[in-house]
Nanobody, 124 residues
Framework: QVQVVESGGGLVQPGGSLRLSCAVSGRTFSTYAMGWFRQAPGKEREFVATINWSGSSTDYADSVKGRFTISRDNVKNTVYLQMNSLKPEDTGVYYC?????????????????WGQGTQVTVSS
């Protein structure tokens, strides 16, 4: 059974940083893409960042480009999201997702395995 578990969320002041982690078990982690999505209260889930199976290709939503960095460690079966210069509009539940294939994607339907999410709150 595949398990996807996020951690690292919390409360941070505007301009601060957080690093989210996502540990995956029950599947050959190194053979598929991973993604991060988020959902703010009253809004639909939106794409944040994605990384291909090897880590050689990444893609970001325009709203986080230059501030967030996605990376992966295929030995530790973990994907990370380093979030810098956080803004109040970054507040939401952040979800990690395991892809159905090797290539990164912005499309939620291309992901078959989802975590329960971790709350990120940016507020003074």
């Amino acid at each position: 059974q595949v398990q996807v578990v996020e951690s690292g969320g919390g409360l941070v002041q505007p301009g601060g940083s957080l690093r989210l982690s996502c540990a995956v078990s029950g599947r050959t982690f190194s053979t598929y893409a991973m993604g991060w999505f988020r959902q703010a209260p009253g809004k639909e889930r939106e794409f944040v960042a994605t990384i291909n199976w090897s880590g050689s290709s990444t893609d970001y939503a325009d709203s986080v480009k230059g501030r967030f960095t996605i990376s992966r460690d295929n030995v530790k079966n973990t994907v990370y999201l380093q979030m810098n210069s956080l803004k109040p509009e970054d507040t939401g539940v952040y979800y990690c997702a395991g892809g159905r294939g090797t290539n990164s994607s912005r499309t939620p339907s291309r992901y078959g395995y989802w975590g329960q999410g971790t709350q990120v709150t940016v507020s003074s």
